[in-house]
T-cell receptor, first 116, second 116 residues
Framework: AQSVTQLGSHVSVSEGALVLLRCNYSSSVPPYLFWYVQYPNQGLQLLLKYTSAATLVKGINGFEAEFKKSETSFHLTKPSAHMSDAAEYFCAVSPYYGGSQGNLIFGKGTKLSVKP | AAGVIQSPRHLIKEKRETATLKCYPIPRHDTVYWYQQGPGQDPQFLISFYEKMQSDKGSIPDRFSAQQFSDYHSELNMSSLELGDSALYFC???????????????FGNGTRLTVT
């Protein structure tokens, strides 16, 4: 079975500071990993995805994530936080390897606050 | 660009009533997924359809049913509503012909169901 664990349900940073949101995965097969962002009262928007190509994945809004197999991690980072980054972030793993996409298994989410 | 459309945005029902949620996928997306997100929870996969056939089933209660129509829109029917059904219900779509790395999920803004 596959799962993701997000460390820290709330993270608070100052504007301009580094953002680091942690995600560890458990998978018996090479995983497909995703980060989604959810703004209040909105749907989930894909930030970036890892699909066994480059281990450093760049996404939208200046975010990136690095797949580290040895650490089973896929942490999300952004060098400089902006007020507009305040949202909830979900790490997700796809339980299907190859073939057609199956459903996503989400972590519990990390709420990011950005202080002025 | 066209997005996933869900209706209604908000719905208030009483216990034991029924509710129908609608989802209109992005044009040319033939796969639809339903997720339930309880207050402060991560999204949980309910069910998915590909080319009008059920393709995967998650934690969908027996009181719920869903279908995908010939125009690829989908409806989630919920009967004998319980207080615990109060949640945000997301629909997502993808072109179902590829694997996860080619076709990440595109989410709608959700329907917020409140059961009183």
């Amino acid at each position: 079975a596959q799962s993701v664990t997000q460390l820290g349900s709330h993270v608070s940073v100052s504007e301009g500071a580094l953002v680091l949101l942690r995600c560890n995965y458990s998978s018996s097969v090479p995983p497909y990993l995703f980060w989604y962002v959810q703004y209040p009262n909105q749907g989930l928007q894909l930030l970036l995805k890892y699909t066994s190509a480059a281990t450093l994945v760049k996404g939208i809004n200046g975010f990136e994530a690095e797949f580290k197999k040895s650490e089973t991690s896929f942490h999300l980072t952004k060098p400089s936080a902006h007020m507009s980054d305040a949202a909830e972030y979900f790490c997700a793993v796809s339980p299907y390897y190859g073939g057609s996409q199956g459903n996503l298994i989400f972590g519990k989410g990390t709420k990011l606050s950005v202080k002025p | 660009a066209a997005g996933v459309i869900q209706s209604p945005r908000h719905l208030i029902k009483e216990k034991r009533e029924t509710a129908t949620l609608k989802c209109y996928p992005i044009p040319r997306h033939d796969t639809v997924y339903w997720y339930q997100q309880g207050p402060g929870q991560d999204p949980q996969f309910l069910i998915s359809f590909y080319e009008k056939m059920q393709s995967d089933k998650g934690s969908i209660p027996d009181r719920f049913s869903a279908q995908q129509f010939s125009d690829y829109h989908s409806e989630l029917n919920m009967s004998s509503l319980e207080l615990g059904d109060s949640a945000l219900y997301f629909c997502a779509s993808s072109p179902g012909t590829g694997s996860s790395y080619n076709s990440p999920l595109h989410f709608g803004n959700g329907t917020r169901l409140t059961v009183t």
